[in-house]
């Protein structure tokens, strides 16, 4: 998900020294200065009609369950709270590690910067809607986790759509966590003072699996790939059963009552989308599960999949690239999934890199942005709102959805002085 983690621990080690001073205040301005463009840092709300709630589901408390965050319509509630965007340390320890930064530091610069920021969506609301919503299923990138990608999720909710990001435990995440029963000793213990079957559980947490020296990646890469489509699937089957009024046992105990969404989902209208390796699931995903009829793919890293599903992907994907990360090998493996039959379209938004689809890319300021890569030239909310334009009228056009996303259309083929058509890579000609 990041480059260049020398640099950042280079910056942040400077940080971390200012912070020990009283120039604290300082070095936060440091962090947020020559943001020429928004003065106001933070994740953009959903545009759509409809405020958005969002909730946390965990089925099956082990690892082989599922564990996603849902963003749906909601009822505008006075009193609702939004929730953290990084909820709790564990997941600024698996950034650090991710980044190859000592935790201690990471911890403190990243609470510092981030820990403040609040989700554009209000935690656990009540499910409202005066139609039944298109589906879609989000997978994350390499090294992020469930709540990365909230400004994506949140406008999406705020068109009609229930979406389900998903948590992955194949290693890939920064960080995530799944339960596992105390020992008999440990649950006599706590049988005195337990009052439900949720304090038998312990929080086990799982940090994100780095290659080991010389280790050949594709093979990795390749099975949690397919992992992750498996768990894209089982979240699917999960909101199947919701949607059918089947109880349900949330291992976290939210507030939100899942029985409000009896009837809620069109299953006729699913998609699945994700960025970066997350894209690379989304394909994975359309070749196991043709309940996905069809795919968005943000910056889309192809390494892991085996060319030898090409030919079982019927679906149509929306390739939506970044101009600085796609490379000629990775935009040769995508030109592999054209087809005559089905549509593939790629576009390619000017100014951005490969952070401008997750929310870090709104939580500094510009000179900081750049330096770490998290920011392109465009304007990052202009950018992500090309990409979210986007992706509606595509997904309008391939889900049968009766919306007006298709003024958005023009988007969709790159007309637009932001967006190029197709890519802005050149390929080789073969002789």
């Known amino acids: 998900m990041f480059s260049h983690g020398g640099l950042l621990k280079f910056v942040l080690k400077r940080v971390h020294n200012w912070r020990r001073t009283d120039q604290r205040r300082n070095t936060l301005g440091w962090f947020t200065m020559g943001n020429t463009v928004n003065n106001h840092l933070g994740i953009p709300p959903g545009k759509g009609p409809n405020p958005v709630g969002c909730t946390d589901f965990m089925m099956d408390h082990t690892v082989k369950g599922t564990f996603f965050r849902l963003y749906y319509p909601c009822q505008e509630t006075e009193n609702a709270e939004k929730p953290d965007w990084i909820p709790s340390r564990e997941y600024f320890n698996g950034l650090a590690d991710f980044m190859k930064i ?62 389900a990001s998903v948590e992955h435990r194949d290693q890939s995440a920064s960080a995530t966590y799944f339960f596992h029963e105390n020992s008999e000793s440990e649950r006599a213990k ?13 929080k086990e947490w799982m940090y994100y699996r780095a290659l080991q020296p010389g280790e050949n990646e594709f093979p990795l890469r390749n099975k949690q790939v397919k992992h992750r489509a498996d768990e894209c699937i089982l979240a699917l089957d999960k909101l199947t059963e919701i949607n059918s009024g089947t109880p349900v046992q949330n291992v976290l105990q939210t507030q939100f009552d899942w029985s409000t969404m009896t009837n809620s989902m069109d299953l006729c209208r699913i998609a699945a989308m ?44 929306f390739f939506i690239n970044s101009e600085k990360f796609q490379w000629a090998g990775n935009i040769a493996r995508i030109k592999k999934l054209d087809s005559a039959a089905v549509q593939r379209k790629m576009i390619t938004i000017r100014g951005t890199v490969h952070q401008s689809f ?74």
């Open 274 to 317: 994700g960025h970066s390796f997350g894209g690379a699931t989304v394909i994975e995903a359309l070749c196991k599960e043709k309940k996905f009829k069809c795919g968005v793919a943000l910056d889309t890293w192809m390494v892991p999949l085996d060319e030898v599903i090409f030919p079982q992907v019927t679906q149509p994907i």
């Open 102 to 163: 000592n935790r201690a530091l990471g911890e403190r610069i990243f609470n510092c910067l981030f820990g403040s920021f609040k989700i554009p969506a209000y935690q656990d609301a009540p499910f409202k809607s005066n139609e039944k919503c298109p589906v879609v299923i989000f997978s994350h990138g390499l090294g992020a986790f469930r709540m990365l990608y909230s400004a994506i999720c949140a406008e999406l909710a705020s068109q009609g759509f229930i979406v």
């Open 190 to 202: 706590e049988m005195k003072t337990s009052t439900s079957a949720h304090d038998s559980l312990v």
């Open 358 to 431: 997750p929310d870090f890319t709104f939580l500094t300021g510009n000179w900081i942005g750049k330096l770490l890569k998290l920011k392109g030239e465009i304007d990052p909310e202009l950018a992500i709102d090309l990409s979210n334009k986007a992706t509606l009228a595509f997904l309008q056009r391939h889900l049968g959805l009766e919306k007006n996303f298709n003024q958005w259309d023009r988007l969709i083929d790159g007309e637009d002085e932001n967006l190029i058509p197709g890519t802005n890579v050149v390929l080789q000609s073969s002789i």
